[in-house]
C-alpha cells in the first residue's frame, strides 16, 4: 500500500495517536469532499444519489429491498425514496402481486441525474473498502472493532448513511 500520509511541515514524525488521527482526518474529508461534489454536480445529496443508482440497476426493487442493499433503516430508506418521488427521480409502482409493495423504477429525469454525478455512487469509502484484499479488510474490521468498543458508541449511527452525517 502506498504511504498516504506524507512528512508533516517540521519534518518530525509525530507520535502514532496524532498519525493515526490525522489519517481518519483525511478519511473523513475524502468523503466530505466528494459528497459535496456530488451535491453540487446533482442536486441531490449522497444517499439519495446511492439509492437512485441502485433502482437504476435494480428496476423494480422495492423499499425493503432498497433498504438492505444500503445497509440503512427502512425508515431512513422511506425518507430518500420519498424525496426522489416528490423530485419526480423515481416512480412507484404497485403492479405487482402484492398490490401493497411498491416497486421503484428510474425516471428520464433520474437517469440524465446519474449522468451529471461523480462515482462512484455508494460513495469513496464504500468503493474503497471494496477494493482492499480480504485479509486488509479483516485486519481493518478487527482493529476498528477494537476502537469501537473503546468508544462506546450508540449502535443505532450504524445504520445512518455517511452521507446523511
Known amino acids: ?26 478519511v473523513f474529508n475524502a468523503v466530505k469532499t466528494h459528497f459535496r461534489d456530488v451535491e453540487r454536480k446533482a442536486g441531490l445529496g449522497g444517499a439519495q444519489i446511492w ?38 427521480l423515481v416512480q ?3 403492479d405487482g402481486p402484492d398490490r401493497r409493495a411498491v416497486q421503484l423504477c428510474v425516471t428520464s429525469a433520474g437517469r440524465e441525474v446519474l449522468k451529471r454525478v461523480p462515482g462512484p455512487f455508494a460513495g469513496v469509502l ?3 473498502l471494496a477494493r482492499l484484499d480480504p485479509q486488509t479488510l479483516e485486519r481493518l474490521d478487527r482493529d476498528l472493532g477494537t476502537l469501537i468498543a473503546l468508544l462506546d458508541p ?4 450504524a445504520g445512518i448513511p455517511l452521507a446523511q452525517m
Open 92 to 94: 412507484a409502482n404497485r
Open 154 to 157: 450508540d449502535e443505532s449511527g
Open 1 to 26: 500500500m502506498p504511504e498516504v500520509l506524507h512528512a508533516l511541515p517540521d519534518d518530525r514524525s509525530p507520535p502514532s495517536t496524532v498519525r493515526v488521527l490525522r489519517r481518519f482526518r483525511l
Open 51 to 88: 439509492a437512485l443508482s441502485i433502482v437504476a440497476g435494480r428496476p423494480g426493487i422495492g423499499v425493503g429491498a432498497l433498504a438492505r442493499d444500503m445497509d440503512i433503516h427502512q425508515t431512513t430508506t422511506s425518507n430518500v425514496v420519498k424525496a426522489l418521488l416528490q423530485q419526480g
Open 126 to 128: 464504500p468503493d474503497a
